[in-house]
């Protein structure tokens, strides 16, 4: 029972333009939302979260907006830059103070020069 | 500043051997995680702790798991025996738990390659 889905195993987008990831999740206890970023050997780094309480937040070139009626979340990365090359999750939990968190299983983001 | 500082990197070892993963959280980090990344089942919890206590195993998959956090700045997790089917990527993580709990995510480790033959 996966209560949060990236239905898109990969993207591939040119450099300067807009990466889209989506995020998909079940359980409508889940209040706090949050993206990480993984390059390959490494763990996982926070990029960006979100509240239920909004419905956009915006942090530099990340942009995560969130609806609370279709249970989707989806990251903006503008512009793309070839670092921005990795896999990307996104997690929920319940509450910010939440400490236990569900993934998604990760897209992976190509980014090409 | 010092991550979350994982040994070892890689670990390969016959099946029934017992294994043990270490994991050293940042300096004033009172919650550490350990996950578990594999291809089926992607990134899953297994077990957390705050202020070393063990609050939620729920994620640990058999008792052949075991974790410890005999104090602040060091948390073992254990497999014995090992089976290959314990095959992973094995991640700890750190977060201080304290308001504003918006800003405070949950920082990982690079993690332990675990490969069971």
């Known amino acids: 029972d996966q209560q949060v889905k990236q239905n898109s195993p990969s993207l591939s987008v040119q450099e300067g333009r807009i990466s889209i990831l989506n995020c998909d999740y079940t359980?409508?206890?889940?209040?706090?939302f949050l993206w990480y970023k993984k390059y390959p050997a490494e763990g996982p780094t926070f990029l960006i979260s979100?509240?239920?309480?909004?419905d956009k937040n915006e942090d530099g070139r990340f942009t995560v907006f969130l609806n609370k009626s279709a249970k989707h979340l989806s990251l903006h990365i503008v512009p793309s830059q070839p670092g921005d090359s990795a896999v990307y999750f996104c997690?929920?939990?319940?509450?910010?103070?939440?400490?236990?968190?569900?993934f998604g299983g990760g897209t992976r983001v190509l980014v090409k020069p | 500043d010092a991550g979350v500082i994982q040994s070892p990197r890689h670990e390969v070892t016959e099946m029934g051997q017992e294994v043990t993963l270490r994991c050293k959280p940042i300096?004033?980090?009172?919650?550490l995680f350990w996950y578990r990344q594999t291809m089926m089942r992607g990134l899953e919890l297994l077990i957390y702790f705050n202020n070393n206590v063990p609050i939620d195993d729920s994620g640990m998959p058999e008792d052949r798991f075991s974790a410890k956090m005999p104090n602040a700045s060091f948390s073992t997790l254990k497999i014995q025996p090992s089976e290959p089917r314990d095959s992973a990527v094995y991640f700890c993580a750190s977060r201080p738990n304290r308001a504003p709990y918006s800003n405070q995510p949950q920082h990982f480790g690079d993690g332990t390659r675990l490969s069971i033959l």
């Open positions: 979100i509240s239920s309480i909004k």
């Open positions: 997690a929920a939990s319940i509450g910010a103070a939440g400490n236990k968190l569900t």
């Open positions: 359980n409508s206890m889940f209040d706090y």
């Open positions: 300096s004033g980090h009172n919650s």
